[in-house]
């Protein structure tokens, strides 16, 4: 469902707009969304980028110009999530503190990553598959594992790798 609250670039395509959820969000000119992708309110996604299928993009998450999101990348907005209060009582808006979170131009998340809240992914940086990204990821940097820690870092000509000789 693409809700009419959802702000479409020109040349945005989805290639299964019943098999998305799409609400409250902006979604740049020539970016491409794949099927079974959830965009939540107040999330922004650049021009040009490409979400794969799977993936989860909650509110408070802004993803900058030609970024490349894999199947399956989760981002989370809340570091105490609870589904009731002390009390018992079930939480609302007002009971939990969004963290934004910001994805860099030109950064790649590979697939079934998982991004803490409040994190900065910066410019250029790669998050390998099954990362989980607990604290900011410096511009070009290279990041992997759980939690990710930097491995290399990404040569300023683009899709070259410089590696950092770990194994």
Not at 2 to 16: F, K, N, R, Y
Not at 31 to 53: H, L, P, W, Y
Not at 87 to 101: A, F, K, N
Request: glycine letters at 14%.
């Amino acid at each position: 469902m693409i809700a009419p609250s959802v702000t479409l670039g020109e040349g945005v395509v989805i290639h299964h707009p019943d098999l998305v959820n799409l609400y409250g969000c902006t979604i740049g000119a020539g970016s491409r969304i794949g099927t079974f992708v959830e965009i939540q309110k107040g999330a922004a996604i650049g021009r040009d980028c490409k979400i794969s299928s799977h993936s989860f993009i909650c509110e408070g998450v802004t993803i900058e110009d030609g970024v490349f999101i894999g199947h399956g990348v989760m981002f989370t907005n809340d570091m105490h999530p609870r589904a009731v209060n002390p009390d018992g009582s079930l939480q609302t808006d007002s009971d939990w503190e969004l963290l934004p979170t910001r994805v860099g131009h030109r950064a790649s998340i590979g697939s079934n990553a998982t991004i803490l809240p409040g994190i900065v992914i910066g410019e250029g940086a790669q998050v390998g598959a099954g990362a989980v990204v607990t604290k900011d990821v410096p511009p070009h940097a290279i990041v992997a594992g759980v939690p990710a820690r930097v491995i290399g870092r990404v040569a300023d000509a683009p899709y070259e790798i410089r590696s950092s000789g770990r194994k």
